[in-house]
């Protein structure tokens, strides 16, 4: 695994610990890296915990809207906090091309989840990359 899928693992466990306690995400990562046995934090997971923080009201919006059948309260908090990452690198991370973002939640919610997680959130976010460019704009 690379440095890279490691810190997005990272990134969604911080995630999803945060969405079952009603906590802040990035305060959460905060208590995690001063805890004295803490192992470093890649910088890549800092920047995705903070990028999902700071846009997580529109990262929701379109998550609802693109999520056919589904209320983000009815999806485990595993898919929700994958999802929210691949969505946040789909439009946020220039670096990133949109099928890596969504190969690498895909291959998240494979190793984390349900068997029905992986093609829910290729569904997902699938449909919102044919539109990434248009919402690029308005970002």
């Known amino acids: 695994m690379g440095a890279r899928s490691k810190a997005r693992k990272r990134a969604v466990d911080v995630l999803y610990a945060a969405q079952l306690r009603g906590a802040d995400p990035v305060a959460l990562l905060g208590e995690r890296t001063a ?73 998240l919610a494979k190793s984390l989840s349900t068997d029905d997680s992986p093609r829910f959130v290729n569904g997902v976010l699938g449909r919102i990359a044919t539109i990434a460019d248009r919402l690029r704009a308005t970002l």
């Open 35 to 107: 805890e004295p046995d803490a192992p470093p934090i890649n910088d890549y997971t800092v920047s995705l915990v903070e990028g999902v923080a700071a846009h997580r009201d529109r990262i929701d919006e379109l998550l609802t809207e693109h999520s056919e059948g589904w209320t983000l309260s009815r999806m485990p908090a595993v898919d929700l906090a994958v999802l929210r990452l691949g969505l946040y690198e789909l439009l946020w991370v220039s670096d990133v091309p949109d099928p890596v973002a969504i190969d690498e939640a895909v291959a």
